[in-house]
């Protein structure tokens, strides 16, 4: 009678599991500050307040120059959304759920399994939003659902879910410009394409500022300026950073050599 040969358990590379320990520390670590840079964001946001006659005029020049440029096509996009159904239901779930909860998870995943590029993408996050804040309070801008033009809300038609992720009291109705639901998908964009080893990953990097670029245009909540200027300052924000640590980088690797 022949014997059935019983598999031995694999044993983890000690390398590995040290590796993945010092992983969820780091990330851990990074938790609180993330969170409390969050908060102040939105309480400076929320402090600098615009008045509405001076939001409204802003957003008023803002459509002038999307005028003069061609670009005045926001509620062409809404009225094409609503026409389609389905359309309107994907652009308010993307809207609600593709921004934050993304952020935390990319984040997250990079803290965790990608050290180096997680101070990289953290770093420019922060940095940008501290510039997003001076603008807000200096050149505050009504969103398009705000002015009497025919927009609609569609997000607060259609749900409650965004008053949970983002409460009214932590909410700057005149901060439209700049869009970081635009810049910072954006941003993680990036790092799912440069980071993630799975194809699928890298794929919803690419359609990730995409989708989100169309949800807060058809929803109402951003201008296409809104956007530009948002992913402008993210992306020269970690350009800096990017090549500061490629300097310091090349100068360590001198010194040791």
């Given at each position: 009678?022949?014997s059935?040969s ?5 044993a983890?590379?000690?390398?590995q ?5 010092e992983g969820?520390r ?7 500050l993330?969170?409390?840079?969050v908060?102040?964001y939105f309480g400076?946001r ?7 006659e ?6 008023e020049?803002l459509?002038?120059v999307?005028?003069w440029s ?14 389609i ?6 652009m308010?779930w993307v809207?609600?759920?593709?921004h934050?909860p993304v952020?935390?998870?990319v984040?997250?995943w990079?803290a965790w ?5 997680f101070?990289?993408?953290?770093n420019?996050?922060l940095?940008?939003?501290l ?8 050149f505050?801008m ?5 002015l009497?033009l025919g927009?609609l ?11 949970v ?5 932590f909410t700057n ?6 869009s970081f ?5 954006l ?5 799912l394409?440069?980071e993630?080893p799975a194809?699928?990953?890298r794929c919803?990097?690419?359609a ?7 949800s807060i245009v058809?929803t ?8 530009v ?5 993210v ?5 800096v950073?990017t090549?500061?640590?490629r300097r310091?980088s090349?100068?360590?690797?001198e010194t040791d050599?």
């Amino acid at each position: 009678m022949s014997s059935v040969s019983v598999p031995e358990p694999v044993a983890l590379d000690p390398s590995q599991e040290i590796g993945r320990r010092e992983g969820l520390r780091f990330l851990l670590r990074q938790v609180p500050l993330v969170l409390i840079a969050v908060a102040v964001y939105f309480g400076v946001r929320n402090m600098t307040e615009g008045d509405v006659e001076t939001a409204t005029r802003n957003a008023e020049l803002l459509i002038d120059v999307q005028k003069w440029s061609g670009i005045y096509v926001e509620l062409e996009f809404q009225d094409w959304a609503l026409s389609i159904p389905g359309v309107l239901e994907v652009m308010n779930w993307v809207y609600i759920w593709g921004h934050w909860p993304v952020i935390a998870a990319v984040l997250g995943w990079l803290a965790w399994r990608r050290r180096e590029a997680f101070l990289i993408y953290r770093n420019t996050l922060l940095i940008s939003g501290l510039v997003g804040m001076l603008i807000v309070a200096t050149f505050p801008m009504a969103p398009p659902r705000l002015l009497d033009l025919g927009f609609l809300d569609t997000v607060s038609m259609h749900s409650e879910a965004y008053r949970v992720l983002q409460p009214p009291s932590f909410t700057n109705q005149y901060a439209a410009m700049p869009s970081f639901h635009f810049g910072w998908d954006l941003l993680m964009g990036i790092a799912l394409v440069r980071e993630a080893p799975a194809c699928w990953a890298r794929c919803i990097g690419v359609a990730l500022p995409v989708l989100m670029l169309l949800s807060i245009v058809i929803t109402g909540n951003h201008f296409f300026l809104d956007a530009v200027v948002g992913g402008t300052i993210v992306l020269a924000v970690l350009a800096v950073i990017t090549g500061h640590r490629r300097r310091l980088s090349a100068r360590l690797g001198e010194t040791d050599a």
